[in-house]
C-alpha cells in the first residue's frame, strides 16, 4: 500500500468530498471543481494539497484501503479459530457493505481507470492482491490443503460477493456459506 504524508485538514476535506462524489457518481463523472466546491477549499488549494486528480484519486482510494485493511485485521483478530480466520474477511465485508451500496471502489476504480500505470489503479490493484496474499497466509495457518488454491477460489468467491452487492439478491450470505465449506474440505 502506498504510504502518504499526513494531510492538512484542508486536505481531510478534500479527500473526504472526493470520496463521496467519486464513489456516488464515479471517478471519471467527477471534476476537481465539483471537489474543491463540496470541500470548501478553493482548486488552487486543491492542486497544492494534491498536484492533480489523479493524485487525489490515488489519496482516495488509499484512504479506503487503510479502513479497509484495518476491518479485516481487525476480523482476523477476534477469530479464536485459524480456520474461522481464513474466512473472516466475508464478515469484515458484511460489516463494510453496510455503508458501502454502490459495490466496490476499488473494482470501479479499475474500470474506469484501466491504465494499469496510474497511481490509483496501482492502489486498486494492490488491495485486491493484498487480500489474496491474506486468504494464503490464513489458510496456511489453518493448516489448509493447497493454500494458494484456496486462496484464489476464495478471493473470486469475495469479489463476486462484492461485486453483486447492489443488487436485490443476497450473494454475500451464500459466499460466506461458501467460503467456509471449501476451508473444511479435505
Not at 493484498?130 to 489448509?144: H, I, M, R, S
Request: proline content about 7%; aromatic content about 6%; glycine content about 4%.
Amino acid at each position: 500500500m502506498q504510504q502518504t504524508p499526513p494531510l492538512t485538514p484542508a486536505g481531510r476535506r478534500i479527500v473526504a468530498s472526493a470520496e463521496e462524489l467519486f464513489y456516488e457518481r464515479g471517478i471519471t463523472a467527477v471534476g476537481v471543481d465539483l471537489i474543491a466546491e463540496h470541500s470548501g477549499v478553493t482548486k488552487r488549494t486543491l492542486y497544492n494539497q494534491f498536484g492533480s486528480k489523479d493524485r487525489l484519486v490515488a489519496a482516495y482510494l488509499a484512504q479506503r484501503d487503510r479502513r479497509w485493511r484495518d476491518l479485516v485485521r481487525a476480523a482476523v483478530a477476534a477469530c479464536e479459530d485459524p480456520v474461522e480466520a481464513v474466512t473472516a474477511p466475508f464478515e469484515a465485508l458484511r460489516t463494510w457493505t453496510r455503508t458501502s451500496a454502490r459495490g466496490c471502489a476499488f473494482i470501479n476504480a479499475m474500470a474506469e481507470l484501466p491504465d494499469p500505470a496510474h497511481p490509483a489503479y496501482r492502489i486498486a490493484e494492490d488491495e485486491k492482491l493484498w487480500l489474496l496474499n491474506l486468504f494464503e497466509e490464513l489458510a496456511t495457518e489453518a493448516g489448509c490443503p493447497a493454500p494458494a488454491t484456496l486462496a484464489t477460489r476464495l478471493l473470486v468467491l469475495h469479489e463476486g460477493a462484492l461485486a453483486t452487492q447492489p443488487l436485490p439478491t443476497e450473494t454475500l450470505q451464500q459466499a460466506t456459506e461458501l467460503a467456509r465449506a471449501l476451508v473444511r474440505s479435505p
